[in-house]
């Protein structure tokens, strides 16, 4: 068993019955090839949450600060998370991630770039669409309905890959295409919040 399946699997023993996790929209899951996934971003538990709930290993972008940590930076490797420097053009984790896609693995992202503080979605950043652009990936929206109380239900919803084929052939910009994927996360909120 693999460092990534152990810690998946002891993380969901932990977090799905405290958190009573609800996961809606597996089937529209690619079962192959690269996906983006892209997910609002409300507690710091949603990378581990959409990691245990998704039905495939997730590479996640990780602020470049929690690799210096001193437990976090034997572990957030193994876990397949890589470094991000955040606020500037990070050419060195933009690389990491197209190569992740073109292998044909997941590539987790939050594009809002950090945490809401209302538990509204905020604006995306442009990386997301960067990806999906320069990609043949899919792209997955993801909604995370909390709250992240005891006991309470937390429902994680998987949408359909978002249909890239217009944006590309009109030569969307990467804002543009950002902005797509965020309001079909934002569909996903309305429909079952």
Partial sequence: MSFYSFAKSVVKAILKPY??????????????????????????????????????????????????KPILKNILPKIHSFPVKRGMSDREA?????????DGNVLGLFPEGT??????????????????????????PCAIIGPYKPFKKLIVVYGEPINMSELKKNKASANETTELIMNEIQKLINKYK
């Fill in 19 to 68: 958190y009573r996790i609800e996961t809606i929209g597996l089937e529209n899951f690619p079962r192959t090839g690269g996906v983006l996934l892209c997910s609002n971003h409300i507690s710091n538990l949603d990378p581990p949450v959409v990691g245990i709930t998704a039905p495939r290993p997730v590479h996640f972008m990780a602020k470049a600060e929690l690799f210096s």
């Fill in 94 to 102: 933009l690389r990491t991630g197209l190569s992740i896609l073109k």
């Fill in 115 to 140: 945490r809401s503080r209302t538990g509204e979605l905020g604006k995306g950043l442009a990386g997301a669409g960067f990806f999906a652009l320069r990609t043949e990936a899919d792209v997955v």
